[in-house]
Every structure is written in C-alpha cells, then in structure tokens.
C-alpha cells in the first residue's frame, strides 16, 4: 500500500554533512506531518527532526543548528541535511509520514526501514 524508502546513510568523519531522502509511495491521498527519528545501538528511538504540512519545523535540541529538515510535496519526499556531523549522531535513521490513505480515513503513521549513519574517523 504505501512505502517509505529511505537513502543517504552512510560513513562520514566528524564534521562532514550528509543527506538523508525519504520518497513514499503508494496509495496516498494526502500528507500530514513528517519527520525523521533515530535509534543509536542500546539506547530508545528519538525525535530528530519533523516538519508540518505548513512547514513549521521542530527539532531535537541536540541537531538544532547542525541538521535541517526540509519536504517536497510534488514529489512526496522528504529531507534530512546534516551538517557538523558528530560520533554521537551514529544511529539508524527512520523516516516516519503521517498518511492519508482514503477519503476520511484519517491520518496513519508510516515508518520507513531505516538508514545507518556512522560518524567515525
């Protein structure tokens, strides 16, 4: 039915950037807020970065300044832009959209299958 696919973890030194893209696709009436969560190794997954249907924008406190959130609703994608990137941001990251999948259906949570990114020198 709907399907977030993410792409653009990978490797990074410290201080590098990377680009993290969530596409959906599928049986999809309309979007409402989407973001990007991340889950490091032993610890619970958290909140990075979320973005409105407006474009109101939230951020953990620990990315703000560093990581930036951004959507493309022609294409049903969203972005993830980290920069400063730091060991500590080492974590899977998953794209979460809430969808409308059918005329007053309400909005469902999705999540996408996840995408390593690993900080190292």
């Known amino acids: 039915q709907v399907q977030l696919v993410e792409s653009g973890g990978g490797l990074v030194q410290p201080g590098g950037s990377l680009r993290l893209t969530c596409a959906a696709s599928?049986?999809?009436?309309?979007?409402?807020?989407m973001g990007w969560y991340r889950q490091a190794l032993g610890k619970e997954r958290e909140l990075v970065a979320a973005?409105?249907?407006?474009?109101?924008?939230n951020y953990a406190d620990s990315v703000k300044g560093r990581f930036t959130i951004s959507r493309d609703n022609a294409k049903n994608t969203v972005y993830l832009q980290m920069n400063s990137l730091k060991p500590e941001d080492t974590a899977v990251y998953y794209c979460n959209a809430l969808i409308m999948i059918r005329p007053g259906g309400g909005y469902l949570k999705f999540w996408g299958q996840g995408t390593l990114v690993t900080v190292s020198s």
């Open positions: 599928g049986s999809i009436l309309s979007f409402n807020t």
């Open positions: 973005i409105t249907s407006g474009g109101t924008t």
